[in-house]
């Protein structure tokens, strides 16, 4: 059963009773809340997922709704909690969407120790992934949208999941996150792609949610190999120019990219090590996503 099976109702009732547990990639989370906007939102961005059987391990029991007491009349605020505890500040009602989607970055960086987590995005074809490391405001978000919506398969906007021998990506799909400017861009480039309503003022600007395409979904459960490591960078007008890379260099910066490196130790080190070694490393710059996608599907066998 899919989350999109339950009418709104029975997803409104389900969120703010005992909570709906959602297959989520490799995790499976309880979410309760009463918030209609996110009942609405997680129909939207979550329809295609699975729901978790009766009496599933549940990997994160996660809130979302007002703290207590007079707060939540004379400025109203939503909070995030894991296992009751809210581990940031309460937003505004309308950051709701974008609160839960950090918040379960959050829970997954800080618990899921399992694998070797990079900030970067993943995507895969033709069994070969190649891993998007990137820096806020480097078009990385914006490049994985056009290049899921071109045939690609989203592992992950946010999360790269690597095993502790350096040779599997673990999928993650989820949305992902758009903001400002790269909103319209992908409105225009993938007109078919399922965003949600832009949410104005939060901490990164302008943020909107694009749905993780239905065949990744699908296909959750289905690691691939690591085959490419590219650093893009969107550089406006910019013709798009591949540029190989050092091992060496490649990496240092894995490593600076790494949510839970210095957790692993050697372990970490050799795991980037060999998913290096196994890999072509490029510098990317674009300026035009049809160039980008281009020069994707032409990219070189490691």
């Known amino acids: 059963m899919l989350v999109a099976d339950l009418d709104d109702e029975a997803l409104r009732r389900t969120l703010a009773g005992a909570g709906l547990g959602v ?29 978790a059987p009766a009496g599933s391990f549940i990997d994160f029991h996660i809130g979302v709704g007002p703290p207590a007491g007079l707060r939540r009349w004379v400025r109203p605020r939503i909070r995030f909690t894991l296992d009751g505890v809210a581990p940031f500040w309460p937003a505004p009602p309308a950051h709701v969407a974008p609160l839960f989607e950090w918040g379960l970055n959050w829970c ?15 995507i895969e074809r033709d069994g070969h992934v190649a ?20 045939g690609w398969r989203l592992l992950t906007d946010e999360i790269t999941m690597i095993s502790l021998d350096g040779r599997q990506i673990t999928p993650l799909a989820r949305p992902v996150s758009l903001k400002n400017a790269s909103i319209e861009v992908i409105r225009r480039f ?6 949600s309503p832009p949410v104005e003022g939060t901490s990164k600007g302008t943020v909107a949610l ?6 990744s979904i699908r296909r959750m459960a289905e690691s691939a190999r690591p085959r490419w490591v590219i650093f893009p960078k969107y550089v406006k007008d910019a013709p798009a120019t591949l540029v190989p ?14 949510f839970n490196y210095s957790i692993h130790g050697r372990r970490g080190f050799e795991a980037l090590a060999n998913l290096v070694e196994d890999s072509a490393c490029f510098r990317f710059s674009y300026g035009h996503l049809d160039d980008a996608v281009a020069a994707f599907a032409a990219l070189p066998s490691p």
């Open 190 to 195: 993938a007109p078919e792609a399922v965003l």
């Open 23 to 51: 297959r989520v990639g490799p995790f499976t989370l309880r979410l309760t809340s009463a918030q209609p906007v996110l009942a609405r939102s997680l129909r939207l961005l979550y329809g295609p997922n699975p729901i």
């Open 108 to 122: 997954i960086v800080t618990e899921a120790h399992r694998y070797l987590m990079l900030h970067a995005a993943a």
């Open 210 to 215: 694009m749905r993780a395409p239905e065949a």
């Open 245 to 258: 890379e050092t091992r060496g260099r490649t990496l240092i910066a894995l490593g600076d990219a790494g």
């Open 131 to 150: 891993i998007l490391p990137g820096e806020p405001g480097s078009g990385k978000s914006t490049l994985c949208a056009a290049l899921v919506n071109r």
